[in-house]
């Protein structure tokens, strides 16, 4: 059988291509073994490894023989969108959920195109062959993939073809030829920008016909492809060591703003052109946001049992866990966990067919982007409020532990009764980093903007949840 899945060794080998970061007021080289970037860049090389070690669970085998990453099969049977759930559940385990898009998100986004390709051929049938060539190429390379959909802010009450004076403002064509498109623009943000291979463009927002076809674009290239810059966002990494940053020195997947400036896209990898119909299926009736949304489901879910385990081990050393009101607030985070968890399994196990696809249903992944940016902040909330001050009673770093006179007031002054003091501030920085660091803060943000910001998801909901069947119970008691 032909092994498909790449290992991580072969991942970092692939990252070292000399694409253009700039961080700190530098163009960076070899970004792979940068300090602002490598540990994430090893953890992503890991969890490649890890799929390799549990093949039996996390790889399935094509029909002509090949064996590839699970996240890269088309759900034909039911089984199949339970095994795609599953995967993302058991690959989110290894990082704890704290790995938004890992390799397997806009994998999913690619899926989710495949399962609808009807749509991008009826839009043009030599853009859907562009498509179908790239899935069978990223796939059968295991490729990590970033996708950057969102325009920057510049005037929201303008579409990017009103920003007149500023045209490429936002990306947009300038120029067609035999070759492919020239663009030119930048798109907001491409979380892990620096630590995928390639980027997935497309277009998120409202866009006017008439105004903004040079916008309404889809394509993928690689990241070191000439003319595309990586704004990189400061990096929670640098810096920081695992044992006083636990999360931070691992997880940091920079955001990154990207610049194309007047990048040659072959039209072998253009799979929209000009086209505001489609860009608009592309989101709106494609299988590409709801397989992605399973990821984020899975790992949300793995990330909120986290922080409930996070939450009554904290409470533990502190003494407070047997405390009703502590168990109460306790119960809450359980609550949570278990809430988003239900939903979760009834979209894995009551699928929707199309074209002989198993999808999960639209308006319940809907229900959950709507209920997962609101819940964060409160377990967030919960957690601070069971922490108290203990999460800033904590020497500077670990290099005071090192120090025979700070560790000896250190000893004396980190008590808890089930624990010791080294372990109790290993315990409180973790929470920290959890809660209160500038990486905690990033995931606040993350939660509440990632699939398109609360106003834009309760929106979808308002418009796919049935009232009619609502309305009619009420009319039903009104006869009564
Ligand atoms: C951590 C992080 C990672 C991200 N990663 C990616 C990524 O990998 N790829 C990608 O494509 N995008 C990514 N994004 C971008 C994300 O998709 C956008 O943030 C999201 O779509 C919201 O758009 P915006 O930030 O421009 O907010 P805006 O649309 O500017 O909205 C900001 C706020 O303005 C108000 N507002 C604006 N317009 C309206 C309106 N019409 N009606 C009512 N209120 C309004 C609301 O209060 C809204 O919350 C990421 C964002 C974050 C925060």
């Known amino acids: 059988m032909k092994n498909m899945m790449r290992t991580g060794e072969e991942y970092i080998n692939a990252l070292c291509d000399g694409r253009t970061v700039f961080i700190n007021g530098e163009s960076i080289t070899n970004h792979v073994d940068h300090p602002a970037f490598r540990n994430s860049i090893r953890t992503i090389a890991n969890l490649y490894d890890y799929k390799i070690a549990h093949a039996d669970e996390m790889a399935f085998k094509t ?10 099969q088309l759900p034909t049977t039911p089984e199949r969108l339970i095994a795609r759930g ?85 990306l947009g064509i300038v120029e ?12 907001m943000l491409a979380t892990g920008a620096v630590l995928a291979d390639e980027v997935l463009v497309g277009a998120q927002k409202p866009l006017k016909q008439g105004i903004d076809e040079r916008y309404a674009l889809c394509f993928a290239m690689p990241l070191n492809a000439k003319g595309i810059k990586i704004i990189a966002r400061n990096s929670y990494e640098f810096g920081k060591n695992a044992k006083d940053y636990p999360l931070s020195s691992r997880f940091d997947e920079n955001d990154s703003m ?29 299988a590409a946001p709801v397989l992605m949304d399973i990821q984020s489901m899975a790992r949300y879910v793995v990330k909120l049992h986290f922080l409930a385990g996070l939450a009554q081990e904290m409470t533990e050393i502190n003494g407070v866990d047997q405390l009703p009101a502590v168990k109460e607030s306790l119960a809450q985070l359980a609550s949570y966990a278990m809430n988003i968890e239900g939903l979760f399994k ?29 819940l964060y902040p409160k377990v967030m909330e919960t957690i601070r409020k069971l922490a108290g001050g203990g999460i800033l009673m904590l020497p500077s770093g670990e290099a005071d532990l090192e120090n025979d006179e700070i560790l000896a007031f250190i000893e004396k ?53 049935n009232w009619q069947a609502s309305k009619e119970l009420v009319e039903k008691i009104k006869m009564l």
Not at 279 to 286: A, D, E, Q
Not at 414 to 438: H, N
Not at 441 to 459: C, D, I, K, V
């Open 413 to 465: 002054s980190q008590y808890s009764s089930i624990t010791s003091p080294v372990e109790r501030i290993r315990m409180m920085k973790l929470v920290w980093d959890a809660v209160g660091s500038e990486f905690a803060s990033r995931h606040q943000q993350y939660e509440l903007f990632y699939t398109g910001a609360p106003y834009q998801t309760l929106a979808r909901l308002y418009h796919q949840y």
């Open 346 to 374: 009834g979209v894995l196990h009551c699928p929707e067919v199309h074209n002989g696809y198993y999808l999960p249903n639209r308006t319940q992944l809907s229900v959950y982007q709507v209920i997962s940016q609101s």
């Open 258 to 286: 990207l610049y194309f400036d007047d990048v040659l896209v072959p039209w072998e990898r253009v799979f929209i052109c000009e086209d505001i119909d489609a860009i608009f299926n592309l989101m709106g009736v494609t």
């Open 176 to 187: 067609k030829n035999d070759k492919g498109i020239i663009v030119r623009g930048a798109k």
């Open 86 to 170: 599953y995967f993302s559940y058991e690959w989110a385990k290894q990082t704890a959920g704290w790995v938004g898009k890992g390799p397997n998100h806009v994998a999913s986004m690619l899926v989710g195109m495949m399962t609808h390709i009807e749509l991008l051929e009826s839009h043009s049938p030599e853009r859907a062959n562009a498509f179908r060539d790239y899935f069978a190429y990223a796939s059968e390379n295991d490729l990590y993939l970033t996708h950057a959909l969102v325009n920057p802010q510049g005037d929201r009450s303008k579409t990017p073809g009103e920003h007149t004076k500023n045209l490429y403002h936002s």
């Open 63 to 72: 029909e002509d023989g090949k064996q590839m990453s699970l996240h890269w």
